[in-house]
């Protein structure tokens, strides 16, 4: 497939390179905007980007546009793609690209040119009729957009801003192949089913009051997920040697100042007055690891310190953008800060990417790894950021692990390697993290004590292995679709005696499972066996005992798996150590 740059530049890829999808899903949205434009052509157009998953454009219709007419959008594209256009570019100056969208009465590209430099030479992207300011680039031709399917409607304010109009976003998805676009849609199907906030809410996991929007509350099945997690987390912890500490979950403006975080990142900050002093809410928990660490003199003997905390943090998200416990405006982030010599640098980035990688494999999650390299927006020498991206890359070359180059999306103080795991249907997510960090170790000027007596700085890596608890809750709800492996069920075993005179049985079931450790419930409504047994595998519970005069007999209990079905009779010794085998295995 052949794309094609602003400079008129031809390069060959294939749709699975990340560099051609972007260009397909761009010129997709721009075959949306010519059918639009040749269906309502008093339609004003914004922009229209490809996206992580399609693409979408925002529009300014004269009247309610709505699902109804999605369909005709889509028979005019199937047109567009027919007649097999190719792209063209071309560039003009600011004026006359002016005297265009004035022409036209495309209000909002007017808007987006005058912004730009004077002197700017603006390129032009033509297929047909329909001629888009764009800096692309685009495949050449639209004949190659074989299947495509217009998916929803939003509103969205114009450049984001509450204050501005709000247009009418139609998101979209396209491919080559109409198979690609048949195993999309059903991929889109099965995550409806195993959507976490439907899950979450069905299983007694986690609400979200109308009192907080973005502050999710986790009830007592979450509280035990939750739980789980962060004791998986301080065990692995320990072994590796870190030092979990907490911090304050508000701080001065001035450690704020130190940090940069106040410059770069006050808009998702919260704020408030504390005895006449400007405090931060901690939107992260680096800065108060930093105090941690100035707190007293530290030698080189000392070095690599590995100092964990599960941070509660907020940060001030639009409430347009919140969604159940992906985006919040409240969550536990599983930070680590790892102070180091500038030689001890590659292998404590090796060790970390190690960990992620074993606690990806434990919960059964493929992953890629992305190198994010220096943004605009950002903090120190040319140099420091070339040794720290170098130092990145060295890391992971030295154990053959695979990245992709993510430019300018590093964060304001350093690079870094996020990992993206893939999920059971296919859907990736970014979770894992390693920044490596000059710039915060001199902007709160700490160092150590080297082997000559005399101090030198520390370098510093950032690191989550999670991310976000909260979120990582939200992926495993929906990568096991509420099935939790048995390790990790809240409930892992429900007790369903047939008739009230099993009672007593069942609560000498109970006690003796729990005293094994296992986490159990009993079922003790007047219900019909079979509709508790429904109940229970409604409830995604792995394991049902069924206790009726047959097992009170045997001193037995009869088994079913969730998933399989029923595994017989045993006795309950028999059944622990068959589950404790299950759970170390």
């Known amino acids: 497939m052949k794309v094609i740059s602003r400079n008129n530049e ?32 008093d339609t004003k157009c914004a922009i229209g980007p490809a996206i992580n998953q399609g693409f979408y454009y925002d529009f300014e219709f004269s009247f309610a546009f709505g699902d109804e007419h999605l369909k005709q959008v889509e028979e005019e594209m199937k047109k567009i793609v027919k007649e097999a256009l190719t792209l063209r570019v071309y560039e003009i100056g600011k004026e006359e690209a002016i005297a265009y969208m004035k022409e036209r009465n495309e209000s909002y590209k007017l808007e987006m040119i005058e912004n730009l430099p004077e002197n700017e030479v603006i390129s032009f992207y033509q297929q047909g009729e329909y001629a888009e300011f764009c800096a692309g680039p685009h495949i050449s031709n639209t004949c190659h957009i074989k299947a495509f399917k217009l998916l929803s409607i939003a509103g969205a304010y114009w450049r984001g801003d ?39 809410k069905e299983l007694g996991l986690f609400t979200i009051f109308e009192q907080g929007p973005g502050l999710p509350v986790f009830l007592p099945k979450g509280m035990i997920l939750k739980n789980l997690l962060i004791d998986y987390w301080r065990g692995i912890h320990r072994r590796e040697g870190y030092m979990e500490i907490s911090t304050p979950i508000m701080l001065d403006r001035s450690l704020w100042e130190t940090s940069g975080h106040w410059e770069h990142y006050r808009d998702i900050m919260y704020t408030l007055k504390v005895d006449e002093a400007d405090y931060a809410i901690k939107p992260m928990s680096c800065p108060g690891g930093m105090l941690v660490y100035k707190s007293q003199p530290r030698s080189y003997k000392e070095l690599p310190m590995k100092l964990g905390e599960l941070g509660l943090v907020h940060r001030n998200e639009k409430s347009g953008t919140l969604h159940g416990l992906m985006r919040v ?38 992953y890629f790894v992305e190198l994010s390299t220096r943004p605009e927006n950002s903090i120190g020498t040319d140099e420091e950021w070339e040794l720290a991206t170098d130092a990145l890359r060295n890391a992971m070359d030295a154990i053959n692990v695979s990245y992709i180059i ?15 795991l893939k999920d059971s249907i296919g859907r990736t997510w970014q979770c894992g993290t390693i920044q490596l960090d000059f710039q915060l170790p001199q902007r709160f000027d700490v160092s150590y004590i080297g082997p000559d007596g005399e101090p030198h700085r520390p ?43 099993f009672h007593d049985y069942a609560d000498e079931v109970t006690n003796e499972l729990k005293q094994a450790g296992l986490r159990c419930e009993i079922d003790y409504r007047v219900e019909k066996i079979g509709y508790k047994i429904r109940e229970a595998q409604l409830d995604k519970v792995p394991y049902m005992l069924i206790i009726g005069q047959k097992e009170v007999d045997a001193g037995e209990v009869s088994v079913r798996r969730c998933d399989r079905g029923d595994l017989g009779s045993m006795s309950v010794s028999k059944f622990i150590e068959d589950l404790l085998d299950e759970m170390s295995s």
């Open 406 to 420: 993510n430019e300018g999306d590093g964060a304001f103080y350093g690079p870094k390697l996020d990992f993206h």
């Open 162 to 200: 509450e204050k501005n109009k709000m247009l009418t976003r139609i998101y979209g998805i396209s491919f080559p192949k109409a198979s690609e676009l048949e195993e999309y849609l059903k991929m889109i199907e099965e995550a409806k089913l195993r959507n976490h906030r439907k899950l979450g």
């Open 459 to 501: 370098i510093m890596i950032h690191r989550v292995l999670f991310g976000s608890i909260e979120r990582f809750i939200g992926i495993l709800i929906e990568h096991y679709a509420g099935k939790f492996p048995l390790w990790l069920s809240p409930v892992q075993i429900k007790i369903l005696p047939i008739a009230e005179r």
């Open 329 to 366: 405006r409240s969550f536990t982030q599983d930070d680590a800060h790892i102070f180091m010599t500038e030689d001890q640098v590659i292998e404590e980035i090796q060790k970390v990417a190690g960990l992620i990688d074993e606690v990806y494999a434990k919960f059964g999650f493929e």
């Open 10 to 41: 031809i390069q060959e890829g294939n749709f699975e390179d990340a560099w051609v999808k972007e260009a397909f899903w761009h010129t997709s949205a721009h075959v949306m905007a010519q059918a639009v434009k040749r269906l309502y052509p």
